[in-house]
């Protein structure tokens, strides 16, 4: 089926959004140890969207870096990791969320060894803008892998003691070897 799905946004001029994605810079606006954590997020649109724009969000998906003690991942690089076929498949698994109408989101940290706090801080930023701009009212899934799970889980404990507005329901999914 999702063959089918792939051949016919080929000859509906669709394929050609495979590879569309857009990067944004982002700097957290809560203090943690008189710094603001700072980063940046790739948005690879679901493959119907009218254009790669923070603003056109449906169904947004958030994947929270993991734990990068040499600081050399990139976004770019995590979306080629999870990309990889999923057996039985020619599709990544990001590819196939993005067949599903899915706008997935790597956020990248410029410290990935920076404190937890710091680090959620600024997934929080993420949050809000995502929450601030999204066109639909579906939820918000952030999935976390490690030390990214950890942040995530962080971040949304201190969003909720701290009363925090959260207009959308935020679905969380932790990763761990």
Known sequence: MKHILIILLFLLGGISQINAQCSYNITA?????????????????????????INELDKP??????F???NE???????????????????????????????????????????IQSNAFLLIELINQINNSKI??????????GMGGVVARYALAYMEEHNMPRNRTLCFFRCST
Do not use: K, M
């Open 29 to 53: 606006s809560l203090l943690h140890q008189d710094s603001l954590a700072s980063g940046d997020f790739r948005l690879y649109p679901r493959l119907n969207a009218p254009a790669c724009n």
């Open 136 to 145: 639909s009212n579906e939820e918000l899934t952030i999935i976390g892998h």
């Open 73 to 115: 991942q990139s976004a770019v690089q995590t979306y080629t990791l999870l990309n990889q076929p999923v057996s039985g498949s020619n599709v990544g698994a990001i590819s196939s969320l993005r067949l599903l109408g899915y706008d997935v989101i790597i956020l990248n940290f410029d410290d990935a060894t920076n404190y």
């Open 61 to 66: 998906i958030i994947f929270v870096e993991t």
């Open 68 to 70: 990068d003690f040499l």
